[in-house]
């Protein structure tokens, strides 16, 4: 049951323990895959920016890239290419109007999975770009 609570001032005094939902205009499951859809197009956009600085301090050494370097950017593409691919999902659970049928436990998975891929590519980086410069 989706409702619009509107709070005027004349309204009645809130109960002293108000339901959450009725409260945030976050808890529904369109505002969810809207902010999962803001969420991946950010993280898409950090990646590709991310994978072109990582090349680039690599190829700046002036020593060969290492195939841990390359890995690591691959899993920093990776995550670029997850976050495009659940994107296509969201838009397109928006353009068929699937949302009521859509899983918000799955949409956090996707996060914290784009997440979890762009930290660990990133550290990868980090540990392999060191080691080639030391």
Do not use: C, W
């Not at 005094?13 to 108000?18: C, G, T």
């Not at 072109?52 to 020593?63: D, I, S, V, Y």
């Not at 670029?80 to 049928?101: P, Y």
């Not at 891929?117 to 080691?131: H, I, K, N, S």
């Amino acid at each position: 049951m989706n409702r619009d609570l509107e709070l005027n001032v004349d309204s009645p005094p809130a109960p002293a323990h108000p339901d959450p939902s009725q409260l945030s205009p976050m808890n529904t499951r369109e505002q969810a895959l809207l902010a999962t859809y803001d969420f991946l197009k950010h993280m898409s956009t950090l990646a590709l920016v991310a994978m072109g600085g990582m090349l680039g301090l690599a190829q700046g050494t002036g020593e060969p890239v290492t195939r841990a370097i390359l890995l690591s950017v691959g899993v920093v593409g990776g995550a670029g290419v997850l976050a495009i691919v659940f994107m296509a999902g969201v838009a397109g659970t928006q353009i068929l109007q699937r949302v009521h049928k859509s899983n918000n436990i799955f949409a956090f998975g996707i996060v914290m999975t784009v997440v979890t891929m762009f930290a660990g590519g990133l550290g990868m980086f980090v540990g392999a770009f060191f080691q080639q410069v030391t």
